[in-house]
T-cell receptor, first 114, second 114 residues
Framework: EAGVAQSPRYKIIEKRQSVAFWCNPISGHATLYWYQQILGQGPKLLIQFQNNGVVDDSQLPKDRFSAERLKGVDSTLKIQPAKLEDSAVYLC????????????FGPGTRLTVL | AQSVTQPDIHITVSEGASLELRCNYSYGATPYLFWYVQSPGQGLQLLLKYFSGDTLVQGIKGFEAEFKRSQSSFNLRKPSVHWSDAAEYFCAVGAWNQGGKLIFGQGTELSVKP
């Protein structure tokens, strides 16, 4: 069974530029999560999708971050414009369902904002 | 407010020695709990989980954890540590009425001395 795929693995941008991350969850997983993991901290949930609908985006900085999950499969997370404090690893995870389901994580995208 | 505390930021143990990583949580609802491990440059891998029932749970790689409701703790243990166990360990808590949302601790970095 293929795992959660993410790309790119690394990205370096200047502040005020835009960036996009892509995630392909495990086949058949209805729930998809995007987490932000700042160095030295645990992952923090940014947004949760159930199929192609948003379940929780309460911690997503909506003035600069956006995410979509078209057709209930792949997802993209965008930052525009980026700030220095956005430097982090962005993790995508998926689970079969949203009720106490084990979340399977991708390798993450390490973003550096200069 | 919901929170997860891992009091030890960094622990060093000798290979073959026993290990205990601490996790305390503060949660209003009945929780379920996970321990994940993260190796450098990798995503998070599930070690074990507790939903209900027997409070001592067994996981992969010889790890176990004990849920103690009275102490709001879910400590991770291993009787004999291997050099390959060196990694970052995260405790995570969810609740049945929170739709799959997890709150992570800040992590404990484990180093193993030969």
């Amino acid at each position: 069974e293929a795992g959660v795929a993410q790309s790119p693995r690394y990205k370096i941008i200047e502040k005020r530029q835009s960036v996009a991350f892509w995630c392909n969850p495990i086949s058949g997983h209805a729930t998809l999560y995007w987490y932000q993991q700042i160095l030295g901290q645990g992952p923090k949930l940014l947004i949760q999708f159930q199929n192609n609908g948003v379940v929780d985006d309460s911690q997503l900085p909506k003035d600069r971050f956006s995410a979509e999950r078209l057709k209930g499969v792949d997802s993209t997370l965008k930052i525009q414009p980026a700030k220095l404090e956005d430097s982090a690893v962005y993790l995508c995870a998926s689970s079969l369902d949203s009720v106490a389901g084990e979340q399977f994580f991708g390798p993450g995208t390490r973003l550096t904002v200069l | 407010a919901q929170s997860v505390t891992q009091p030890d930021i960094h622990i060093t143990v000798s290979e073959g020695a026993s290990l205990e990583l601490r996790c305390n949580y503060s949660y209003g609802a009945t929780p379920y709990l996970f321990w994940y491990v993260q190796s450098p440059g990798q995503g998070l891998q599930l070690l074990l989980k507790y939903f209900s029932g027997d409070t001592l749970v067994q996981g992969i790689k010889g790890f176990e954890a004990e849920f103690k409701r009275s102490q709001s703790s879910f400590n991770l243990r291993k009787p004999s540590v291997h050099w390959s166990d060196a990694a970052e360990y995260f405790c995570a808590v969810g609740a049945w009425n929170q739709g799959g949302k997890l709150i992570f601790g800040q992590g404990t970095e484990l180093s193993v001395k030969p």
